[in-house]
């Protein structure tokens, strides 16, 4: 039969879980201030995008609004939310592994960021 953990193991686990909440907290609110830019058709759609997955803004040059073309347009879009959709996802995986917890992920829909935020 195991032995019950100490008690003063259980307090140094629990002071532990407890920095570990505190770094993962100023790693998200550190990830949410960051502006990633998503561009396509060689920077004619630029879109930026918080670490928080804030859509900031929308930048289209004029010269790529064809009114002949619009399916090439919101390609481009497209694009570009995709783009700084995967640097933001890069940033966050960059957050946790500097953390040392692999894939938790930062976002309120699941690893550690559902249970903390």
Known sequence: MATPP???DLGNLMAQAQQLQERLLAA???AAETVVEGQAGGGAVR???SGDMEFR???IAPAAVDPDDVEMLQDLVLAALH???AKVQE???GVTDGLGLGGAGLGSGG???GLLG
């Open 6 to 8: 100490d008690m003063g």
């Open 111 to 113: 690893g550690l960021g």
């Open 91 to 93: 940033l966050q995986q």
């Open 83 to 85: 783009d700084a959709t």
């Open 47 to 49: 879109v930026e995008l």
């Open 28 to 30: 998200q609110a550190e």
């Open 57 to 59: 803004s929308v930048t």
